[in-house]
């Protein structure tokens, strides 16, 4: 071997990779071994069994007694599909500017040929109850066909409060649909689809699910089933009634994602042998920690309102002039960790810290030693400490069992 190739090998780096993005999150380990299986027929008996136990399981996580469709397909697909399956051309939505995520779902329906009324935001704030009320209260003509919002906001973790969302619309009397994008809150943070009345469900693997990426997830109402009898956007792939005829009997209308599916199994059993409660307070305990950190550090999160602060993930502002960019790639070049960068119109603006997904109080303080080493080789302005007042937070309130 010449000296050259040898130095054109990437140099081994020791240790695990921290993947501290908001999703894709680590998958761990019993996952992994759950889909290192052979690929089995689709069509046979072991599959049933499998989509059958996945199906049932996922009810539990989504807390509906009602269907809970999966598709090979990211997150994204399982938006259009809550949209094609319920709505017709033309039909109003209301959705809500609370950051990258919804203004990407705003755009989609916008493609889709649906009249979005998009509500403006500041991007640190969640959806107003209030706002929503008087929205649907003005509209006396009953145009408004679903109103559309992001639980959890990845691109600024602000997490909006679904209950009084819904209370909101029953105060009303509205009776527009209520869809909500959980894709980083599900199995993170405190979620239920039947008790809050949501009509479609939107969820992916990769983020508290603990799963590599690869499925998505409409959780359906009975109202919501209603609306698919009728409406008239464009589907096919993602069409709920020729998913639903074959799950019936725990099969799909084409080739399922077999090996995420035995991940999936995997990722439902530890959900709830951890006990979801447990799994929401630890969530949340982790994001108090994160923002005793970045206060001690003397950095602002974006996170305006301490009612929606997230527990899946923290977003942490720059000072003036220093790119937050930039401190992401020396923490990545020093210590291989990987954070999330500033979305839209927050690019480079802020950093991002997943702390959702597979995470304890040692991965947690791993990873904000991990930013308080980069923040200090970056020349970032800020004080240290912030390792120090984090654990001060984990020590105060050990986890519970
Ligand atoms: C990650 C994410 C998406 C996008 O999901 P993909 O799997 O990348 O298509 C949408 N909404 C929210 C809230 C997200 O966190």
Redesign the pocket.
Known sequence: MTTESRSNRPQRRAGRHFLQI??PTNVPDRILRAMDMPTIDHRGPDFQQLGREVLAGLKSVFRTGGPVVVYPA????A?EAALVNTLSPGDRVVMFETGH?AT??REMATRLGLDVDFVPGDWRRGVDPARLEQKLRDDRERRIKAVCV?????STGVTSRIAALRAAIDRSGHPALLMV?????LGSIDYRHDEWGVDVT?A?S??GLMLP?GL?FNAISDKAMAAHATARLQRSYWDWTAMLGPNATGFFPYTPATNLLYGLREAIAMLLEEGLETVFARHARHGAATRAAAAAWGLEIVAADPAEYSGSLTALMMPDGHDADRLRAVILEGFDMSLGQGLGRLKGRIFRIGHLGDFNDLTLIGTLGGVELGLARAGVPHRPGGVQAALSVLAAAPAGR
């Not at 990211?74 to 697909?77: E, F, K, M, V």
């Not at 992001?150 to 990845?154: K, Y």
């Not at 994008?181 to 809150?185: K, R």
């Open positions: 908001p999703g990211s997150g994204t697909g938006w995520f990407l779902w992001v639980h959890n906001e990845t994008d959980t894709i980083s809150s939107v992916g990769q983020k990426p998505s």
